[in-house]
């Protein structure tokens, strides 16, 4: 099934004055930091990337904390919690949403600013306990390291016994972990949903949409390039099963029965859309459950600027997809970008 979102929307010429700003600066800080020699600047980004403390004490209603799996590889996770005021509800009963952030595997933590905001708004608008993954980071920990990450991230909520959470999960990376989780027992963990919020995916055919939008911000067609050459094992083009998931090097994953129901988020000014839709189209063809919904005027990262129309309506549709797959279990994959 695939949907549109309409209504009064705004094309990225028309973005309020700050948020071209803002994208135009990170863009070009975001090229600085990626070297041509595909390392990353982490001086640089260390300066650049604001660190948010967590809050014990709930701010607007959610409050934070950090929890450790592995100090060798500086995998914690940071967790935030939403008070539910009404009589009748318990943190017992809300969703629980793994959270991958952004990047491009190269760049961002947990605990950076977007990511940080992004986990925190989720958990305040959807209700839902957010689990936000500090997985390694390319070019010095290639693939498999952030969906071993990911998918261990998911085993060690499952294990604890802490009485942390209310119950017994980046888009690509979403994906990579869904899979692993579709095929591992878990004791108390059940992921009933993927919300592939404008995913990274890609290929070595270019498409259309990379090359109309080749130099859109805040993701150009060159930066994609460079995620890839970064992340992938070396040697390896993006016809990659990690990249080019339904490619001719991918996985057939028909047989992966308890893959989780899915929602795949487009924006309209995203050049990695036409990806998207040959994921969707790829899932459908395996087929899952899934949905497709495309935001008219929607550049790629537009979850990170909550007062644009498109953000509401993003926020509807993953509260109408967990309402939907609530009942079969409080666990949701969530990746960004």
Not at 22 to 40: E, F, K, M, P, Q
Not at 45 to 67: A, H
Not at 279 to 295: A, P, Q
């Amino acid at each position: 099934m695939s949907s549109s979102i309409s209504g009064n929307e705004i094309s990225s010429s028309q973005l309020p004055w700050k948020h071209r700003l803002l994208l135009r600066l990170g863009t070009i800080l975001t090229h600085a930091c990626c070297r041509s020699d595909l390392t990353v600047n982490r001086w640089l980004t260390g300066i650049l990337d604001r660190k948010i403390p967590t809050s014990t004490k709930p701010i607007d209603g959610v409050s934070s904390f950090d929890l450790t799996i592995d100090t060798s590889r500086n995998l914690w996770v940071r967790i935030f919690n939403p008070i539910i005021h009404d009589e009748d509800s318990n943190l017992q009963s809300l969703p629980v949403i793994f959270y991958y952030h952004s990047g491009g595997f190269a760049l961002s933590y947990a605990d950076s600013a977007l990511s940080h905001f992004s986990a925190y708004q989720f958990a305040k608008q959807l209700r839902a306990v957010v689990i936000s993954v500090n997985y390694r980071l390319a070019p010095e920990f290639r693939l498999p390291c952030q969906y071993d990450d990911g998918f261990d991230a998911l085993k060690f909520i499952d294990e604890t016994d802490e009485g942390i959470l209310p119950a017994s999960a980046g888009g690509n990376l979403g994906h990579h972990v869904a899979v692993r989780a579709s095929e591992y027992a878990f004791k108390k963990v059940k992921v009933s949903g993927f919300i592939a919020s404008q995913p990274f995916f890609g290929g070595e055919e270019r498409t259309e949409s990379e090359i109309r939008l080749c130099s859109q911000p805040p993701l150009s067609l060159r930066l994609t390039d460079w995620f890839w050459k970064a992340f992938l094992p070396e040697g390896e083009d993006r016809d990659h099963a990690a990249a080019n998931v339904f490619g001719p090097k991918g996985r057939d994953i028909s047989g992966v029965v308890k893959f989780p129901a899915t929602v795949v988020l487009v924006g309209e000014l995203d050049l990695l859309q036409d990806w998207q839709r040959k994921y969707y189209e790829g899932l459908k063809r395996m087929g899952k459950d899934v949905k497709m919904v495309e935001f008219p005027n929607a550049i790629h990262g537009f979850f990170a600027f909550k007062d644009l129309p498109q953000y509401s309506s993003m926020i509807q549709e993953m509260k109408d997809f967990i309402a939907t797959q609530f009942h079969n279990s409080p666990s949701i994959l969530l990746g960004s970008p």
